[in-house]
């Protein structure tokens, strides 16, 4: 291998992937020993639940489950200095404008495309052709919607799911707190020789009995034993500081496990179930549709996104009302813990003097922002724009998601000119970002003054390795290991924006937005080209 691929691959493993801020890596943020605590964290969890980039040609597919699981990788040594940050000099931006303009004639870029490239060191325009043109961006939405919840919620932040019980503690009521990561999986270290893997996806209709199998491509979850010693449930505080069940997010299993060892305390052994969605307002369905396995009604209550196939990843069959769902699961965890279920789960708010008895917590925010960023999931980007509504105090839905989100964005200085966030995943094709703001908004991540914004940066996938660019400038491409971007699919239109260390160490910031494509298989190996050509062309 040429010594100057060499180098570069080195750069962009170790930097880009690491801090991406100006002069040098940042030492703040969600780091330990030099690895990211997301990764560290994911790696280690019982597996992946995360949507699709609108289509099983971007996404990572369906995991098997009885796979082996990853492990977290040890911490390497740091081998680089900081980037540079010397401005490119007008030779080297007219090197890259011969290199990127007979590869925006590509036709597989379809009837309209437009590019920028900026240096974020200097926030330098070097290439732009029509950038300041608004496009429909498709999933490179979901850099905004990143970048707007931590800029509102802080990297820390969790999403709690709480239970709550009546006075006489004959009703406990099941609140959901918009995280979509909540899993009714059985948490890794929970006991048994099938601990970490998927159970029985949610029933459409109930239950299943605890003589139910699971079905054939899913491993059974082994109950969790039951926890003879009763106890006061955890605070909501102490939970948001140890992340509920684990680092890898909030859990209906232990939800059920603390639910019934209150319960026992009180000598209750019957009791209905109701749950809340309260939290979240509007339609429940996106406006593409219904019945789209792309994403499931939004809701402030699901469990494994609602998925009813026992898949962790990408297209699935989702539940009609995954609210429901969950609390029949709910219902069923109880159940199989020695509490009697009278009747069905039902909607219902907490009596006025409900008391709590249990509570979870999702994984902090930077985690669910990578996640969303490298698996391109939809369900968890709506959850995620909600939330930068209820930190705005606007309503939970499509329309005060839409207002947080673009008010977030503007505090942090982005002209925001024509832009228009309809929803936070990209599935809308109301949304309106130009390339330019897509790359002002890379650069915005990379401010070391704003670490908690990092995530945005370290989420998006490589490519050839992670997410949704797995097999995308993969194996011997030049740009393999070198660049990180965030892809977008919809129908006739196909779009990549993210960041890279060019071959003198300058991070750069690039998008790429095309519309009236001829599909993904002509417009993607375009769009890797162009980036390919940012990663490898000396300014």
Request: proline share 10%; net charge positive.
């Amino acid at each position: 291998m040429p010594l100057t691929r060499t180098w570069q691959l080195a750069a962009g493993s170790a930097v880009a992937g690491l801090a991406l801020a100006v002069g040098a890596v940042a030492a703040a943020g969600p780091w330990d020993s030099g690895q990211r605590k997301a990764e560290r964290d994911w790696a280690a969890a019982q597996g992946r639940t995360g949507g699709a980039d609108h289509g099983l040609q971007e996404g990572p597919g369906k995991v098997p489950a009885g796979l082996p699981q990853p492990v977290a990788a040890p911490s390497a040594p740091g081998v680089l200095q900081g980037l540079g940050t010397a401005a490119v000099t007008p030779a080297g931006a007219t090197a890259l404008a011969r290199a990127l303009a007979p590869l925006l004639g590509d036709a597989g870029l379809g009837t309209t495309r437009t590019a920028c490239v900026v240096d974020v060191a200097t926030g330098r325009l070097l290439y732009g052709s029509d950038e300041a043109r608004p496009m429909t961006p498709a999933s490179t939405t979901k850099i905004a919607t990143a970048l707007a919840v931590l800029a509102a919620r802080g990297a820390e932040y969790r999403i709690e799911t709480r239970v709550l019980a009546d006075p006489d503690a004959r009703r406990v009521v099941l609140i959901g707190g918009g995280d979509p990561t909540l899993t009714a999986r059985t948490p890794r270290g929970a006991g048994g020789p099938a601990a970490g893997t998927p159970g029985p996806p949610p029933s459409p209709t109930g239950p299943p009995p605890t003589s139910a199998k699971a079905p054939a491509t899913a491993t059974p979850a082994s109950p969790r034993p039951l926890v003879p010693a009763p106890g006061p449930a955890a605070p909501p505080a102490a939970l948001r500081a140890s992340g509920g069940p684990g680092a890898t997010g909030g859990s209906l299993v232990e939800l059920a496990d603390q639910t019934a060892r209150q319960l026992r305390a009180r000598a209750v052994t019957s009791v209905r179930v109701d749950y809340d969605t309260g939290l979240y307002s509007g339609p429940a369905t996106h406006p593409i549709g219904a019945g789209n396995e792309n994403i499931a009604p939004v809701s402030a209550l699901m469990a494994d996104e609602g998925r009813l196939d026992g898949s962790a990843a990408g297209p699935a069959p989702r539940a009609q009302d995954p609210a429901a769902a969950a609390a029949r699961t709910f219902a069923g965890l109880l159940a199989d813990r020695g509490v009697r279920v009278t009747g069905t789960p039902a909607p219902g708010r907490p009596a006025p003097k409900a008391t709590p008895v249990a509570a979870t917590a999702s994984a902090p925010l930077s985690v669910l922002v990578e996640r969303m960023l490298t698996e391109s999931d939809n369900d968890l980007a709506e959850a995620l724009a909600r939330q930068t509504a209820l930190a705005a105090g606007q309503p939970a839905s499509f329309e005060g998601a839409e207002r947080a989100v673009t008010t977030q964005l503007r505090g942090l200085g982005v002209d925001l000119r024509g832009a228009r966030f309809a929803d936070g995943s990209g599935l809308s094709r109301q949304d309106r970002v130009s390339a330019a703001q897509l790359t002002a908004l890379l650069a915005r991540a990379a401010d070391p003054a704003r670490a908690e914004l990092r995530p945005v940066l370290t989420g998006l996938p490589v490519a050839g390795f992670t997410g949704t660019l797995r097999a995308r400038n993969a194996d011997d491409s030049p740009a393999a290991g070198l660049l990180r971007a965030k892809t977008g699919t919809l129908k006739g239109v196909n779009s990549l924006a993210g960041t890279v260390v060019d071959p003198t160490g300058r991070l750069l910031a690039f998008a790429f937005l095309a519309d009236g494509t001829p599909g993904p298989g002509a417009a993607q190996p375009a769009l890797d080209r162009l980036a390919a050509a940012v990663a490898t062309t000396t300014q």
